[in-house]
């Protein structure tokens, strides 16, 4: 049975721990020597691009690229097959994905028989959230995920597939989240999509006033206004959300030594100024560095099966 990384809610405290470990420790160019990793993009992409590439070829191992227009994800043919297909030629599949859904589907229709990680869906974005807590770790704890209870970290915009992922990995690790976002912008309050509901250690708070939110915080971080497939809505989430726009005057709001994050691509002069981007607060390439540093530990963690 193939190990997966779909979501953070998915991962065990000990996988987590483990991929984190294996993001930052030295390694062999052996772990995937000779094996093949299909990278599957039914969206643009450069960070995930990049930093899967880089780490598979880092291991030993091949990626092959598949584009949306290539691969017809349930229009050229159907996810199942697509996955059939990929489990007879590469030991892994890492895709990013329109409908979060596609994972399951896969992973039934292979019997496991190929690892699935999951490069950004809907709803998720995984190793952007490992990358993010060993960005946090590095500032704050050495590098030591462990010592993070307690750290106040403010997320303000849009509540995307990347605040979910953030903040239940960060919630994990006893870090208190708060989400400070308008009505129809924020993370579920009850249900299976409530991040509450599946955590335990750290707090999570959710507000509509971004000056609520990033009061006192330790780490202020935000997404794009507009995320990939929600173009059409672009006009419409400026003007909601403009309210929620991260700038010096926001960020002073936060702990005078508060660092700031943001997953990129970023829209200058929408979400975030140029100021508070490129000032000496931001801690946004060392998050770009650790992309890499993430998809070692995932990678690592999977094929850590194999010698179970
Ligand atoms: N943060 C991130 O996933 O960037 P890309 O969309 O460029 O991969
Ligand atoms: N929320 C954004 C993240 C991009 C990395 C999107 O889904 O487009």
Same mark, same amino acid.
């Given at each position: 049975m193939s190990r997966h990384f779909m979501t953070i809610e998915q991962q065990s405290d000990e996988d987590l721990a483990t991929i984190y470990q294996l993001a930052c420790s030295p390694f062999d160019d052996e772990t995937l020597k000779g094996q093949g990793v299909a990278l599957v993009f039914e969206r643009p992409s450069l960070r995930t691009r990049a930093?899967?590439?880089? $780490?598979?070829?880092?291991?030993?191992? #091949? $990626? !092959?690229? #598949?584009?949306?227009?290539?691969?017809?994800?349930? !229009? &050229?043919?159907?996810?199942?097959d697509v996955g059939r297909t990929l489990a007879q030629m590469y030991a892994i599949g890492a895709l990013r994905v329109r409908n979060h859904g596609v994972f399951d589907r896969m992973r039934v229709a292979t019997s496991d028989r190929i690892s699935l990680i999951n490069l950004l869906s809907d709803v998720a974005h995984p190793t952007q959230a490992v990358a993010d807590v060993l960005t946090i770790a590095e500032y704050f704890s050495e590098g030591d995920v462990t010592k993070l209870a307690g750290l106040e970290v403010a997320y303000v915009g849009d509540a995307t597939n990347? !605040?979910? +992922? *953030?903040?239940?990995?960060?919630?994990? *690790? =006893?870090?208190?989240?708060?989400?400070?976002?308008?009505? =129809?912008?924020?993370?579920?309050?009850?249900? /299976? /999509?409530?991040?509450? @509901?599946?955590? =335990?250690?750290? @707090? *999570?708070?959710?507000?509509?006033?971004?000056?609520?939110?990033?009061?006192? $915080?330790? @780490?202020?971080?935000?997404?794009?206004?507009? +995320?990939?497939?929600?173009?059409?809505? !672009?006009?419409? &989430?400026?003007?909601?959300?403009?309210? #929620?726009?991260?700038? /010096?005057t926001l960020m002073g709001l936060a702990k005078p030594d508060a660092v700031l994050l943001h997953c990129l691509p970023a829209h200058r002069g929408d979400e975030i100024t140029n100021e508070v981007l490129d000032g000496e607060r931001s801690l946004v390439w060392r998050q770009v560095f650790h992309r890499r540093s993430a998809m070692l530990g995932v990678l690592r963690w999977i094929k850590e099966e194999d010698n179970d």
């Open positions: 930093s899967s590439s880089s $780490a598979v070829h880092e291991l030993g191992g #091949f $990626a !092959t690229f #598949f584009s949306d227009e290539e691969i017809g994800l349930d !229009t &050229r043919e159907s996810a199942e990347v !605040t979910r +992922s *953030l903040a239940v990995a960060l919630l994990r *690790l =006893g870090v208190n989240v708060t989400v400070g976002a308008p009505d =129809g912008y924020q993370l579920a309050r009850s249900g /299976e /999509e409530d991040p509450s @509901v599946v955590v =335990g250690g750290g @707090v *999570l708070r959710l507000s509509d006033s971004a000056g609520d939110a990033v009061k006192d $915080a330790d @780490v202020v971080y935000t997404d794009a206004w507009v +995320s990939m497939g929600l173009e059409g809505e !672009t006009a419409r &989430r400026r003007a909601e959300l403009a309210p #929620f726009r991260i700038d /010096e």
